[in-house]
């Protein structure tokens, strides 16, 4: 089951699934979505506000991933959530096997760094959880020297 999640997961272009259990004892399964980080210094914004809402991108990656759930394995429920859910999205990342928390409490990806939203899918799928990530973030302070308003100290 696993398998065929992920590999319909990557023809979207997600490149990291992973799954874990939730603290009720709900299936959660964890997709990171990498967002362009090319800096602009003439804005103080945030560069993943200059496109559409992610909030709306991720729901309809997730409601498609519920779609084919739905016709694969049918008579279960699959909730989708994008930043706003009653789940710990980063800590049910970490212990997807998706990456570490850095110091600044963002999850940190081998691969883009904090530059990832998290978006999770809640059923009542049973499906194993996979191993949680081991390590931690690797100290090299980088979030808190480039934090601009200077708020994140040691």
Partial sequence: ???????????LNIEYTGFTQTQDGQTAIVFLFPYFWKHYPESNLSIYTYGTDYHQVIHQYLSQIADFLHQKFPGHYYRPYADIS???????AVQAGLGVLGKNHLLINETYGSFVFIGILVTNLPLS????????????DKCLVSCPT???KD
């Avoid at 089951?1 to 023809?11: E, P």
């Fill in 1 to 11: 089951m696993k398998k065929n999640i992920r590999a319909f997961a990557q023809s």
């Fill in 86 to 92: 009653p789940y710990d999205e980063r800590q049910l």
């Fill in 129 to 140: 959880p996979d191993s949680p990530s081991c390590g931690s973030c690797i100290g090299c």
């Fill in 150 to 152: 200077g708020a994140l």
